[in-house]
């Protein structure tokens, strides 16, 4: 059975830091490229970051760029969002998605949500 869990969100305040995991069990994260993605209720889930299966190319959301930092651990089976000089509206539900390459391409999972708020 396939489940993916996050987990180290918490509450911080506006400046602070906190480090998002997202372990794997039933599947290997190396065939798979990883997202973040967050989701304040009633608005649209946004892709907050992403990092490929192949090479670790990662693209970043305009509003987290130079604040946020995606890295993958294989051995461990494991994506990290580092996450720095946190903000208000940073505050949100945010979810680890997990896309299959290759001959993995066609399966995609979805973690549960860690709640991050950020107070002023």
């Known amino acids: 059975q396939v489940q993916i869990v996050e987990s180290g969100g918490g509450l911080v305040q506006s400046g602070g830091s906190l480090r998002l995991s997202c372990a794997a069990s039933g599947l290997r994260f190396s065939g798979y490229a990883v997202n973040w993605f967050r989701q304040v209720p009633g608005n649209e889930r946004e892709l907050v970051a992403a990092i490929t299966a192949v090479g670790g190319s990662t693209n970043y959301a305009d509003s987290v760029k130079g604040r946020f930092t995606i890295t993958r651990d294989d051995f461990k089976n494991a994506v990290y969002l580092q996450m720095n000089n946190l903000k208000p509206e940073d505050t949100a539900v945010y979810y680890c998605?997990?896309?299959?390459?290759?001959?993995?391409?066609?399966?995609?999972?979805w973690g549960k949500g860690t709640l991050v708020t950020v107070s002023s």
């Open positions: 998605n997990a896309i299959g390459d290759g001959w993995y391409a066609g399966m995609e999972y």
